[in-house]
T-cell receptor, first 112, second 109 residues
Framework: ETGVTQTPRHLVMGMTNKKSLKCEQH?????MYWYKQSAKKPLELMFV???????ENNSVPSRFSPECPNSSHLFLHLHTLQPEDSALYLC???????????FGPGTRLTVT | QKEVEQNSGPLSVPEGAIASLNCTYS??????FFWYRQYSGKSPELIMS????GDKEDGRFTAQLNKASQYVSLLIRDSQPSDSATYLC?????????FGKGTRLHILP
């Protein structure tokens, strides 16, 4: 595997489900990010981790819970989501905070 | 004033012509600038980064930065139908990357 990978690529979940999105970067980077991109809307930064420490949390609802166990892995735990949470969730990594970011392919999430 | 502004488009350019995409930013202290390409339904892909005033060329792409006027542009020479995508401008402000909303580019065959 190279670059930034994300699993699953597609996810359909009910509002009462609990699921997790996984991101892994193979670039030796120190910073990782979660973004949300809704249809025809700009990228929304959700969380930023630098060396496994959360450095930014952009007023994201608590039904989204990030986890960064090491500098190569990032998770986004989902529970009791709403239909408006349906979107493309993108993971990115960069050599450090503020450097150019490299994106994974994204997880297309549909909440029913 | 928005931090990073781009014309949403669509910008229509004939195949083989030069496509010019523009971006302005509000924080004069911004230090680094990036252009990303995003195809519909796909994730953003880094095209170029630029850090100092002037031009930076990479193949058919040229990024231009003018810090005094607070704008950064991307020129695509010999435009191809495969260049049709949304182009995102991103600016580093205090170690935070701010993305613009993107410009949709349509290359007319």
């Amino acid at each position: 595997e190279t670059g930034v990978t994300q699993t699953p690529r597609h996810l359909v979940m009910g509002m009462t489900n609990k699921k997790s999105l996984k991101c892994e970067q193979h670039l030796g980077h120190n910073a990782m990010y979660w973004y949300k991109q809704s249809a025809k809307k700009p990228l929304e930064l959700m969380f930023v981790y630098s060396l496994e420490e959360r450095v930014e949390n952009n007023s994201v609802p608590s039904r989204f819970s990030p986890e960064c166990p090491n500098s190569s892995h990032l998770f986004l735990h989902l529970h009791t989501l709403q239909p408006e949470d349906s979107a493309l969730y993108l993971c990115a990594s960069s050599p450090g905070v503020g450097y150019e970011q490299y994106f994974g392919p994204g997880t297309r999430l549909t909440v029913t | 004033q928005k931090e990073v502004e781009q014309n949403s488009g669509p910008l229509s350019v004939p195949e083989g012509a030069i496509a010019s995409l523009n971006c302005t930013y509000s924080d004069r202290g911004s230090q680094s600038f990036f252009w990303y390409r995003q195809y519909s339904g796909k994730s953003p892909e880094l095209i170029m980064s630029i850090y100092s005033n002037g031009d930076k060329e990479d193949g058919r792409f040229t990024a231009q930065l003018n810090k005094a006027s607070q704008y950064v542009s991307l020129l695509i020479r010999d435009s191809q139908p495969s260049d049709s995508a949304t182009y995102l401008c991103a600016v580093n402000r205090d170690d935070k990357i701010i993305f613009g909303k993107g410009t949709r580019l349509h290359i007319l065959p």
